[in-house]
């Protein structure tokens, strides 16, 4: 019986490691067993193999893309430059739009590339012991402006009083893109709820329509959009929520979206407290 039931749970334990997203997961089979338990696991093994190095290859490709692209988009803004400084009043309407969209191009390329680094493990963290409450203050100060310039309220409740190992740009930056989204398709009030014991714990909410369940787990991957309101003509790239994800697991902390029954998406961080 253990014989049959020890392989089962290891292929059980991989298959739900790299449903999660553990491309490294395999079965545990000993080259030596030769029943349809052994095959079936050697044949398990062979398909991640395959997943994994077609995901990695689409990563990478990704990645050379978005870093080739930087020298010609950095020629074309150059030029726009110089044809503003020769061109027309009845020119520069039109430069001005070319120059626009080169600078919508440049920022989604560097978010491309972020992603792909941290994605990788490659992004370079510069950890130093950090106030929550500065990062957060410094935050909350563009986000409330936003808010308000889309007649919205952003509200602030707990405290942030505490200190953490962490990147302070990176940390800023997933907090951002979390309030944006949550401004973004909040109909009129946005909460941001920090607390902390052994842990910190960040909420942020908005009552706005939600997603349906079955994508919420979708929403933090790379140029995801839900096809109604969260689509392209409502703005975004679907960069933002994967860029804020990839950056709070490089902290060793987490990330989970949720519905709320009222109606409303709700952002839940979790991060480590800084060890004395």
């Known amino acids: 019986s253990r014989n049959l039931i020890a392989p089962i749970n290891s292929l059980k334990k991989a298959a739900i490691k790299l449903s999660s997203g553990d491309l490294s997961a395999r079965v545990a089979i000993p080259a030596s067993r030769k029943d349809e338990l052994g095959v079936l696991g050697r044949d398990f093994n062979s398909m991640a193999n395959q997943l994994e190095q077609l ?24 030029a726009t430059g110089l044809a503003q400084m020769q061109a027309s009043e009845a020119s520069q309407s039109y430069l001005l739009r070319i120059e626009k969209e080169a600078n919508q191009l440049d920022k989604m390329i560097a978010d491309v590339l972020q992603v792909s680094r941290l994605e990788a493990q490659s992004q370079a963290l510069s950890l130093q012991k950090q106030s929550l409450k500065d990062i957060v203050e410094h935050v909350l100060n563009d986000a409330q402006f936003e808010a308000k310039q889309n007649t919205k309220t952003l509200t602030f409740s707990g405290s942030a009083d505490v200190m953490l190992s962490c990147d302070e740009s990176l940390i800023a930056s997933a907090l951002e893109n979390l309030l944006r989204n949550a401004i973004k398709y909040a109909h009129s009030n946005i909460s941001f709820n920090v607390h902390y014991n052994s ?74 407290i800084t060890k004395e």
């Not at 930087?70 to 803004?77: M, V, Y």
């Not at 329509?209 to 790239?237: H, I, M, Y």
């Open 55 to 78: 995901i990695s290859a689409q990563k990478r490709l990704l990645a050379d893309i978005s870093h080739e692209l930087r020298s010609p988009l950095t020629r074309l803004k150059m």
């Open 199 to 272: 842990k910190v714990y960040i909420e942020i909410c908005d009552d706005g329509p939600g997603v349906p369940n079955d994508q919420l787990s979708k929403l933090c991957e790379p140029f995801f959009r839900q096809s109604d309101a969260r689509d392209r003509v409502s703005g975004g790239t679907g960069l933002g929520l994967a860029i804020a994800k990839n950056a709070i697991i490089a902290h060793g902390g987490s990330l989970a979206l949720s519905n709320k029954e009222n109606g409303g998406l709700c952002a839940n961080i979790t991060l480590p």
